[in-house]
């Protein structure tokens, strides 16, 4: 059977089971774009920039698991690209991102719209493919889609010159092949099972250290399951967040940069620390060299590359965490630590790292409190970059799995509201709210189009300080309060999305807050909210520029009189 290189490739993203792609057309993708009517199956949105196109396909996939996928046409589509292929890179996303490129006699001389894109994307893809041979389009969409889902999933690029898609050619589409040179291992090695259960059992003061890796691997009941046996607190990272529900007895909330204190002094404080799926990077960790030096740590991860990189571990376990929990949990003893709980409860009360206190300005905190409260814990939440990110992961509630959308080892600001995009075209019947700030919201803005375009019912609240927050709040503490090229003018947010016909509203006062929540409820379709927060509102715990985990600004609260919302 005869097929076009453009049917090969729509055939194959059938085959994997895509149903929805992002991207923009162009020149060199027109033939792809083409035949999509071929292939009623798959469902293209249009957004209005590729680096929308690729952080939605990272939305669409963190939201569900699958493979997003993202297209673009050469030179500046595919450059657009690279934001959002990088932060899916960093936080082990899974996604093809499909490129056009300029017609095989034309590639290396400089043509219109030319350029390199798997050189570009080397670095920050798993792996990546220029098609120059056209039958050999069906082996390489299933290379891509198994290289980007399997073991530590990432973002894999095909870069397809223009002729390439429109040359006809027999399809073969393989069921099986080989990579010789990609092999993942999954089981955990049972010598370095038997030495993590013997480190366990013998652990006084044990914290697990929950990340991103639960959430990908799927194991959560694993998770849980080791936990209550061995009675050990579990701490997560920012992307470990919903790894274990927050109210569960053993949850202690999240540690690092931002995270809570007695999270932090239990980290430094364990004599014993099981990393779970995460890599020990600067933001949980905070000063390498100051990290607890004193506890055994046993590191589970797929990735051999993250053991060891950045913190020394006692016990190194290559393996899928489901897997390897499963395992674990076979020959860990049923433990006890009562003191040790007792010391980290003690630190909670004393170290109150969530209250709210009162006031008459619209504080971001109570906002998003709020905001749970209306959802009843029930909403995706998806959040760009900034002071908004770290208060909407410390004040909103995560019970239920994967239930937060952020941006972290990358830290890209205009992640949030085409990232919400994707999970709520992932998640049609969830109610999903991008939290973002005016610095991080006007980077992306243009994709509130497609949201109109898609009739999504997004939600959307804005944390408006008249800032780029996270930059202020370090140019007040750290640099003598010199606020340059930070503070930050905007457009009225309300009339901008009332121009895309999206309906929305203003709150400037605190008891115009719960009101424009239950407004932006009850409307079937998209609704913004401009929450117009106290300007210079920091983001607390903050560990100090330098410091270690323990070396922590708690901020002004208790002096100011706390209570609890």
């Avoid at 609240?461 to 140019?475: D, E």
């Amino acid at each position: 059977m005869k097929m076009t290189g453009a049917q090969m490739m729509l055939d194959g993203l059938v085959k994997e089971g895509v149903e929805v792609t992002f991207g923009i057309q162009g020149g060199k993708v027109i033939p792809l774009f083409d035949t999509m009517p071929q292939f009623p199956q798959i469902h293209h949105v249009l957004t209005r920039h590729e680096q929308g196109a690729a952080h939605a396909a990272e939305g669409y996939a963190r939201a569900t698991g699958k493979v997003g996928v993202c297209i673009a046409t050469s030179g500046p589509g595919a450059t657009n690209l690279v934001t959002g292929i990088a932060d899916a890179f960093l936080d082990s996303v899974p996604m093809v991102a499909i490129t056009g490129q300029v017609n095989r006699p034309d590639i290396g001389k400089d043509a219109f719209q030319e350029v390199d894109i798997t050189g570009i994307t080397l670095p920050i893809t798993k792996h990546n493919y220029l098609v120059l041979d056209t039958p050999s389009m069906p082996r390489i969409v299933r290379e891509a889609f198994y290289l980007a889902r399997t073991g530590r999933p990432g973002p894999v690029l095909i870069d397809v010159p223009g002729d390439v898609f429109m040359e006809e050619t027999e399809f073969h589409y393989p069921k099986e092949f080989d990579l010789p040179s990609y092999k993942p291992t999954l089981r955990g090695h049972p010598a370095q099972i038997n030495k993590a259960a013997k480190v366990i059992n013998d652990a006084r003061q044990p914290v697990i250290l929950a990340g991103r890796g639960v959430i990908v691997s799927g194991a959560y009941a694993e998770l849980k399951e080791l936990a209550e046996k061995a009675q050990i607190p579990v701490i997560t990272t920012l992307l470990g967040i919903s790894a274990i529900p927050e109210s569960h007895v053993l949850s202690y909330g999240w540690l690092g940069m931002h995270g809570m204190v007695h999270a932090n002094m239990a980290t430094d404080a364990a004599d014993t620390i099981i990393a779970i799926g995460m890599r020990f990077d600067d933001r949980a960790t905070a000063k390498v060299s100051a990290f607890n030096t004193r506890a055994r740590i046993v590191h589970i991860d797929i990735d051999p590359a993250e053991i060891g990189k950045n913190i020394k571990v006692d016990v190194p376990i290559v393996g899928d965490v489901k897997t390897v929990l499963t395992q674990l949990n076979k020959v860990v003893e049923t433990s006890q630590h009562i003191d040790w709980i007792s010391q980290l409860d003690e630190w909670r009360r004393t170290h109150p790292s969530l209250n709210i206190r009162d006031s008459e300005s619209v504080l971001p905190q109570y906002v998003v409190r709020q905001i749970y409260e209306a959802t009843k814990g029930e909403a995706t939440i998806v959040t760009g970059v900034g002071q908004h990110q770290m208060w909407a992961a410390q004040y909103y509630h995560y019970d239920h799995p994967n239930s937060l959308i952020t941006s972290g080892g990358l830290g890209t600001m205009g992640f949030g509201l085409p990232a919400a995009i994707g999970a709520q075209v992932g998640r049609p019947e969830a109610i999903v709210w991008c939290l973002d700030g005016d610095g991080s919201f006007q980077m992306t803005i243009q994709e509130l189009a497609t949201i109109q375009q898609e009739r999504l019912p997004l939600k959307i609240a804005i944390l408006n300080n008249g800032f780029l927050g996270m930059v202020r709040q370090w140019q007040e503490l750290f640099f003598g309060k010199r606020y340059v090229a930070t503070p930050l003018s905007g457009p009225d947010f309300v009339k901008v999305a009332e121009a895309y016909g999206i309906p929305g509203t203003m709150a400037k006062r605190r008891e115009d807050v719960i009101p424009a929540i239950e407004q932006a409820l009850s409307e079937p379709g998209p609704f913004l909210i401009d929450f117009r927060i106290e300007p210079e509102e920091n983001v607390y715990p903050m560990v100090k520029l330098g410091g270690s985990l323990v070396e922590l600004l708690e901020g002004e609260d208790v002096k100011k009189g706390v209570v609890k919302s």
